[in-house]
Antibody, heavy 117, light 108 residues
Framework: QVQLVESGGGLVKPGGSLRLSCAASGFTFSDYYMSWIRQAPGKGLEWVSYIGSSSSFTYYADSVKGRFTISRDNAKNSLYLQMNSLRAEDTAVYYC??????????WGQGTLVTVSS | SSELTQDPAVSVALGQTVRITCQGDSLRSYSANWYQQKPGQAPVLVIYGKNKRPSGIPDRFSGSSSGNTASLTITGAQAEDEADYSCNSRDTSGNHWVFGGGTKLTVL
């Protein structure tokens, strides 16, 4: 079965950096677009970024463009999100999800990122 | 980019039918997907494309669309359907995704 397991969340000071990872299993990772979506405490879902199956293209929400970088390693079945210049408003649960072309179907359980001094 | 608008809260009596709507300009060009999210859990896809259900999703869930409005209908709502429901689609540029603000469904 499809499994997506995020890691790397935690507490970071404003202006700091964090790298999230997502380990995928149960499907042919290299066949799928992959996405990051976040959810601030008590708020709705916000799409962050997605990457093509062979890393040939990436797209970002305006709120993170220039600060976040999505990448993947198909040999390791892994997705990453490098987050720089973090702000308080980036505080959220970050979900790794499969898809990003026609739909986003499977989601991981999420990892909490807290940006606070 | 564009926005998707949902009613914040909707309620339905047990066993009755409820429709949850999602409005946005991008829905004139792109299909809506619908997610169910229960407290402390990750979202689950319940409807994608033009009224398609992933494996394991009960057939009481259905989707439809007209103009700039997409709808999720639950026919014969069950207690376990109480959750937040969010729509999403491509934005008007076609390169980004956008989510609605979510609708909290209460089953009475």
């Amino acid at each position: 079965q499809v499994q997506l397991v995020e890691s790397g969340g935690g507490l970071v000071k404003p202006g700091g950096s964090l790298r999230l990872s997502c380990a995928a299993s149960g499907f042919t990772f290299s066949d799928y677009y992959m996405s990051w979506i976040r959810q601030a405490p008590g708020k709705g879902l916000e799409w962050v970024s997605y990457i093509g199956s062979s890393s040939s293209f990436t797209y970002y929400a305006d709120s993170v463009k220039g600060r976040f970088t999505i990448s993947r390693d198909n040999a390791k079945n892994s997705l990453y999100l490098q987050m720089n210049s973090l702000r308080a408003e980036d505080t959220a649960v970050y979900y790794c999800a499969r898809g990003g072309d026609t739909s986003i179907d499977y989601w991981g359980q999420g990892t909490l990122v807290t940006v606070s001094s | 980019s564009s926005e998707l608008t949902q009613d914040p809260a909707v309620s339905v009596a047990l066993g009755q039918t409820v429709r949850i709507t999602c409005q946005g300009d991008s829905l004139r060009s792109y299909s809506a997907n619908w997610y169910q999210q229960k407290p402390g859990q990750a979202p689950v896809l319940v409807i994608y494309g033009k009224n398609k259900r992933p494996s394991g999703i009960p057939d009481r869930f259905s989707g439809s669309s007209s103009g700039n409005t997409a709808s999720l209908t639950i026919t014969g709502a069950q207690a376990e359907d109480e959750a937040d429901y969010s729509c999403n689609s491509r934005d008007t540029s076609g390169n980004h995704w956008v989510f609605g603000g979510g609708t909290k469904l209460t089953v009475l």
